[in-house]
């Protein structure tokens, strides 16, 4: 049973256009979310986080949007470059201690067209 | 300030025979978590430990063990390998203060990627 779920494995947009990768989860008990981004031969890298006490958290070009009650959470990149051609997880932890295990989804594999 | 850092980046083993991976935290840091990556399919949690405790495990079988050592560096040790068992395998560190409380971001290796013939 999947508990996070990011259902379109691919998404290709314009160089300076907006990408919006989404995600959705099923555990009720998630209360952090993050996002990583990995490319080929390398680990995830930390891209932008979220409690669930906040709706929004904005970094630069990433933006990452939390709705609660549909269980779903957005990454919003603005302006797309090409150098951030790579698969984006979304990873989400529940718990009141810190670092509970991280819960990811498949990934969606971004391409940005120069 | 130094990375989370990974041995070996690839290996090979047949079935049957046993591995183990290594990783060097983040400096500074005093938590190591283990994922298992198969191909396709994102991190999946093995176990976490804490000032080298066991501090929760995912669904994965006794012969997946780890260790953490006094200086925060960590093994995985995989026994009796099976031909599932070959995928990435990465290591997380992170900071939790001893108050515990706030989250905070585990930082990944760059993984050891594991092939069993």
């Known amino acids: ?114 | 300030e130094t990375g989370v850092t990974q041995s070996p980046t690839h290996l090979i083993k047949t079935r049957g025979q046993q591995v183990t991976l290594r990783c060097s935290s983040q400096s500074g840091h005093n938590t190591v978590s283990w994922y298992q990556q198969a191909l396709g399919q994102g991190p999946q949690f093995i176990f976490q430990y804490y000032r080298e405790e066991e501090n929760g495990r995912g669904n994965f079988p006794p012969r997946f063990s780890g260790l953490q050592f006094p200086n925060y560096s960590s093994e995985l040790n995989v026994n009796a390998l099976e031909l599932d068992d070959s995928a990435l395998y990465l290591c997380a560190s992170s900071l939790v203060p001893a108050s515990g409380g706030n989250k905070e971001t585990q930082y990944f290796g760059p993984g050891t990627r594991l092939l069993v013939l």
């Not at chain 1, 995830?44 to 933006?63: A, M, Q, V, Y």
Request: charged content about 20%.
């Open chain 1, 1 to 114: 049973d999947q508990q996070v779920k990011q259902n379109s494995p691919s998404l290709s947009v314009q160089e300076g256009r907006i990408s919006i990768l989404n995600c959705d989860y099923t555990n009720s008990m998630f209360d952090y979310f993050l996002w990583y981004k990995k490319y080929p031969a390398e680990g995830p890298t930390f891209l932008i986080s979220i409690s669930s006490i906040k709706d929004k958290n904005e970094d630069g070009r990433f933006t990452v949007f939390l709705n609660k009650s549909a269980k779903h959470l957005s990454l919003h990149i603005v302006p797309s470059q090409p150098g951030d051609s790579a698969v984006y997880f979304c990873a989400a932890s529940g718990g009141p201690w810190a670092n509970s295990k991280l819960t990811f989804g498949k990934g969606i594999t971004l391409s940005v067209r120069p």
